[in-house]
């Protein structure tokens, strides 16, 4: 026998181990496909429940945000009234009752705002901030520094950590400025 004859013989036999062992890489590189695959799919469930496990927690801290803001025009209502009361009418005993059960009223809505995370923004003496206030007007004066709020026209309230509504504010204006 010559020796490429040997070769093919060794060859030949050799042949279902090399045909054997390319099967077997084969099936290993798709198990290890198959295997991040799962994982892929784990992690993506894992990340749809934390979102829906947020998204329900969000929906529970929030669901009133509607209501409140319909309640906060009540409030501002009441508290209108209160300031339009003059003081001889609130030393009045005909109308003492009247002006300490509206004051109660209030009392319990701001107690019930609070309760669920509703809360007044300060506004007065701060600076501007367009994330919580909203300015209606410059005003002139050299009481304050630019930028800072002087008045506030409506209060502003968050629920928990977002903005139910933004204070309505006048913020100061350098007085020079009004002269130029």
Sequence with gaps: MSENETVREETAADAPEVAEHDRMTALEFELAEARQAVLYAQAETQNV???LEKDAQDARAYAATSFARDM???SDNLERALQAIPADLREDDRFRNLVVGLEATGRELASVFE????VRISALGEKL???RHQAMVELPTGDAEP????QEMQAGFMIKDR???PALVAVARAAEE???
């Design 72 to 74: 906060l025009s009540v």
């Design 163 to 165: 903005l139910l509504r």
């Design 147 to 150: 930028g800072t709020i002087v």
């Design 49 to 51: 429940r934390r979102r």
């Design 115 to 118: 309760r669920h995370g509703i």
């Design 129 to 131: 901030d367009p994330n």
């Design 178 to 180: 009004v002269q130029a």
